[in-house]
C-alpha cells in the first residue's frame, strides 16, 4: 500500500462494484464487489481496495476518511463517442441522420470558429459530464483546430482525461465548414504535436464519415495514425440506410462501407467506430481481426430512427465494444440513461442484457474499447482514481423500488432503468471532488 506518509492520501468507505473481466465471459465473478468496501487514494490513483474490515485497522492516522457508507461507488463512466460542439442541439425535432446533419448539425458546429463560443460550451460539456459521472469521454470537436485547444484546456482545467480531435472533412459540408485534405493533415498534425499526451490529453484523427472525406483525406489520416503512433481515431460507420447507399455511390470499388476506412488503413487497434449498425459478417469479422471498436450508441440509434445495433453479433465475433451517448444524435448525458436504452435495443432484438455487462460496457468496457484498461475503468491499484459515488434512493421512486430489491444484481437493474443525473451524488477526477449533486 503506497499512502504512508503521503500527504493528501485519502480513503472513501462505500460500497464498492468494479469488473475485472467482461460478464458475458466470467458472468457474475466478473464483477468485484464489497458490500462495506475502502477505496484508498494516494496521489490521484488507486492505492488499495478492498472490505473495510480488512483494511481499516492498517489505515495511517493521516490519511483522511471519507464516509460515503449507504452510497454506490463506481469508477467513472467512460463515453466513447460524443460531439462536444452539438450540446445545443440536443433534442432536435423530426429528422433522419442526413437531414439532421444539414438542417441542425452544421449550422450549430459553425459557431465554432470563434473561440469563446468554444471556450464557454467546453467548460460546460465538461461540468455536464461530471454532472453525469462520466469522467472520460471520447470526443468529436468541429473543423476549426480551436474548437480541439477548447476542449483539451476545459479537460485540463478539470485534470480529465479526455480523448478529442479536429473534424476532418473536405466535401460534401457547407463550405464554411470544410477543410481541404492538406490543410486537415497540417492542422491535425500540430494539434497532435500539441495536445497528445499532454497531462491526460489523447488525440484522435476524426475523419467525420466517409462521405464528407475525399480519398486523398482519409489517406492522409492513415498518414497521420503512422506517423504519430498510439494516436487514436475516431469516425462513423454504418448508421442510416441513406447513408450506406450514398458511401456506395461514392466508393464503387469498396466491398463496403467498413471496407472503405480499411482501404485506408484506418481500420485498427485505438481506431473506434460509433454506431455500426447496417455490417454484415466479412464486416465484423475484420472489424475483430484488426483490433477496432465499435460505439454502441442506443439513444442517438433511436432517436435518428437508424437502426438496431446488435450487441450479441459483436460479442461473437469477438469484437471490442464502448458505450456511448453520441450527444447531440443521442437524447442524454447520462450513461444510466444511455443503458435503459441498450436494454430496449437488446430487447427488440431477442437479446438480454444483463446488469453486469450493462455496467461493464459503461466501464471497463469501454476503457478495453480505448485501450485504457490499465488507467481508467476499473479501481485496480494503479489505476487513476476516477469515480463516481452514486445514491440508489435519488428519488422517491427510486428508494422505493431499492426497498423492493432482491440483491444487488435487481438494484443495478432499477438504477439503469431509474437513474440520471439525480443518481451521482458525486464525481472525482484523479483522487480530487470535481462534482457534488445539490439536493433540491
Ligand atoms: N455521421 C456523420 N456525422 C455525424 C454526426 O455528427 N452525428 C451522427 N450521429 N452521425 C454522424
Ligand atoms: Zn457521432
Redesign the pocket.
Known sequence: MRTEGKAGASAVRASILHFVADPAEAGEAAAEYFDDGLLILADGKVAALGPSDALLPGLPEAVKLIDRRGHLLMPGFIDTHI?YP?TDIIASHGAQ?LDW?NTY?FPAERRFEDVAVARESAGFFCDELLRNGTTSALC?ATVHPQSVDAIFEAAAERNMCMLAGKVMMDRHAPDFLTDTAESSYRDSKALIERWHGRGRALYAVTP??AP?SSERQLELAGRLLEEHPGVYLQS?VA?NRD?VAWVAELFPWARSYLDVYDHFGLLRPKAIY??CIHLDAADRERMAASGAAMAF?PT?NLF?GSGLFDLEAAGAFGVKVGLAT?VG?GTSFSMLQTLNEAYKVAQMAGQNLSPWRAFYLATLGSARALELEQRIGNLAPGCDADFVLLDLAATPLMARRMEKAGNLAERLFALMMLGDDRAVAESYVAGVCRHVRCRP
Open positions: 460531439h452539438q441522420l446533419l448539425t468529436f467525420r464519415f464528407t462513423h448508421e447513408e460509433a454506431h450508441c442517438s435518428l453520441d444524435g
